[in-house]
């Protein structure tokens, strides 16, 4: 009986919790809707990365809004923010941070760390695939530990710590494929597209006056934090996560599903699947829900997965994308 009572005490914690969070994303969502316009779909799915605790790939073409999305969510967050253009000639230390030597009054010299950008709450990696892949792999431990070593000394990052990178398509110019490892990293991938015809005539209207508005913060980090941990507690029924494992499996080749085992080389992890229970809790919570559904994983598998996965070069040849795979595999009844 005391189990029972326990049981409903923290049910009923969780549902002010998350009636609390839902105030705060609506009006974290309000005020990025004053800035941004026309990317919702966009602006959820990097919403639901950073909720998650994790970090975000946008790609699109350059001048859709890619960077000033990341800033004006840093501004809105209460996040502590850097910005990094990747460029070729950028170096790891450029974004690590390098040692010095210094001398004293008296001569003596000792080696002084100097932090670079990387440590920030929240790090914007612009157009991150025009650096070399030496550079990219520069951010592989911060964003899977939260911290740096440099030169055998370990140094945490500030938390909450978030990366959110933009990446132009790889069809243009000047640009190098991140590596595998590192994709795996960001949470979701996010496509940004161009705005509809309404949404491009207000974004002329609203920012070639003398005027335009600016967003200001609405939550802190802390806060963040706090939403974060309360997503991690949210209960996912059975069905979800068997509707997560068979998705990601079905991704695999090797595992029978004979539109995978055609076109795909190679497949998702078992991060693919740690994404789906973080973003599909998130959506959830987003859509002020308190438990995720079958279709929150259906929902979330493209972003989720497109990232962790690699056409056959026959599937390519015949002109296949991942989108077509991925929402084959998605219509399967995972019920």
């Known amino acids: 009986m005391c189990m029972d009572a326990t049981d409903a005490n923290t049910a009923q914690e969780i549902v002010a919790e998350a009636e609390k969070a839902l105030e705060d994303i609506q009006k974290v969502k309000a005020e990025v809707s004053k800035v941004i316009y026309g990317q919702e779909n966009v602006v959820e ?3 639901l990365a950073v909720l998650s605790g994790g970090h975000a790939l946008l790609v699109g073409v350059p001048g859709l809004a890619k960077t000033k ?5 840093g501004t809105v967050l209460g996040l502590a923010g850097n910005r990094i253009q990747f460029t070729p000639d950028l170096m790891p230390s450029d974004i690590l941070g390098s040692e010095v030597l210094e001398e004293s009054d008296t001569g003596r010299r000792s080696f002084r760390f100097i932090k670079g950008p990387v440590f920030a709450q929240l790090l914007m990696a612009d157009e991150i695939n025009r650096a070399s892949p030496r550079t990219q792999s520069a951010l592989l431990q911060s964003m899977q530990e939260y911290a740096v070593t440099i030169a055998g000394q370990h140094y945490d990052l500030p938390r909450p710590f978030h990366v959110l990178a933009t990446q132009n398509p790889l069809e243009q110019e000047g640009t190098y494929p991140l590596p595998e490892a590192q994709l795996d990293r960001f949470l979701l991938q996010v496509n940004v597209g161009y705005p509809d ?10 920012t070639t006056g003398a005027t335009e508005e600016t967003a200001r913060p609405v939550i802190t980090g802390e806060r963040l934090m706090e939403i974060q941990s309360l997503i991690r507690k949210m209960p996912v029924s059975e069905s979800v996560l ?6 990601v499996r079905a991704a695999r080749p090797g595992e029978g599903f004979e539109e995978t085992d ?6 998702p992890g078992p991060r693919a699947g740690q994404a789906l229970m973080l973003t599909a809790r ?5 859509q002020g829900r308190l438990a995720p559904s079958v279709d929150d994983v259906k929902a979330l598998a493209a972003p ?8 056959t070069f026959a599937a390519r040849a015949e002109g296949i994308t991942l989108t077509d795979v991925i929402a084959t595999i998605a219509k399967r009844d995972f019920n």
């Not at 998130?282 to 987003?286: E, H, S, T, V």
């Open 45 to 47: 799915s990097v919403l």
């Open 262 to 267: 055609r076109t795909v080389a190679w497949g």
């Open 242 to 247: 068997e509707a997560i494992l068979e998705l």
């Open 197 to 206: 015809i309404a949404s491009e005539r207000r974004i002329l209207l609203e």
């Open 282 to 286: 998130a959506r959830a919570l987003y």
């Open 304 to 311: 989720v997965l497109q990232h962790r996965m690699a056409l």
């Open 69 to 73: 999305l990341v800033s004006t969510l």
